[in-house]
């Protein structure tokens, strides 16, 4: 039996593409949307004329609602690393951010967790009154497994990246305009229009002129990549010593998600150099929530919240 696909691709023209997302009543992601998006991205990068990209849903009052609980634990720790070499979750989320095209969230429900993973990783970020985001993974005693320390703190400021991440809390679409993790609010019954003639006008220029301001700009604000700390990796010491700043410069803490949640892989890792690098191989999940675990015990510190 074939698994549905979760992506529908609209080529509105040879330059714009209109992608929706529909998995299941309340759009969650699960390993078939790693599979899947890892596919539309390597048609996104391999497109010689695809200039912009929105993504959107047809699901009232769901984007992206959250990771599946209920996903196959095995099958997510087991998949192979991506192009990047490190998980494909997290792997899909570097790359979509670095496609040499334009794009675009068009936000109008809820869209938590994985779903604001997600987001963070396009460019751009339109969200109706209707659109709910957060981060909730810490009420699961997890870290957040897509990266969204590192991006949040860059569009949002460490503070407020801070109280979304550790809050826990819902962030509506008018607060998450004013602090940055959204562009802005468009009404609810005009984001649609807006969106297309956004992406219309992107779509009629030239690609060179798109991608290279898009990589210009990846350079000063994106997290850094394995590819950019291949000196860190070679300077890292043995498996199980302490580690310690380097002339590289990347003493890296490693970040898990919760083997509660499912949600793969480490997120990308801030170093001493103050620049987030992916440059230590993760570990799976449940093996550092565990380890963590453990360590906490032996501290007196219990088992921590949602164990």
Known sequence: MSTPQQFHVHEVSSSYWRVTFDNGPVNVLDPDTIDQLGALIERIEKDPDLTVVVFRSDKAGYFMAHWDALADKARVAAMAPGPTGLHPYLDNFVRLSRVPVATVSQIRG??????????????????????????PEVGLGAVPG?????????????????????????????????????????????????????????????????????????????????????????????QGARRSSHSSSCSSSRASSSPTASKPTSAPQSGSCGRTCACRKPMPPGDIHESRLRRGRAAGHGSGPGR
Not at 110 to 134: N, P, Q
Not at 159 to 171: C, V
Not at 203 to 231: E, N, Q, Y
């Open 110 to 135: 809820r869209t938590r967790g994985a779903g604001s993973e997600f987001v963070l990783a396009t460019d751009i970020r339109f969200a109706s009154e209707k659109a709910i985001l957060g981060q």
């Open 146 to 238: 897509g990266g969204p320390m590192a991006r949040l703190g860059r569009l949002v400021g460490r503070g407020r990246a801070l109280e979304i991440l550790l809050g826990g809390d819902d962030i509506p679409a008018g607060l998450a305009a004013e602090y940055g993790y959204v562009n802005r609010v468009i009404p609810d019954d005009e984001i649609e229009s807006f969106t297309d003639a956004f992406a219309g006008r992107i779509a009629a220029f030239g690609k060179v002129a798109v991608a290279g301001i898009k990589k210009l700009v990846d350079v000063a604000t994106l997290p850094a990549t394995r590819s950019s700390h291949r000196d860190c990796r070679r300077s890292s010491p043995p």
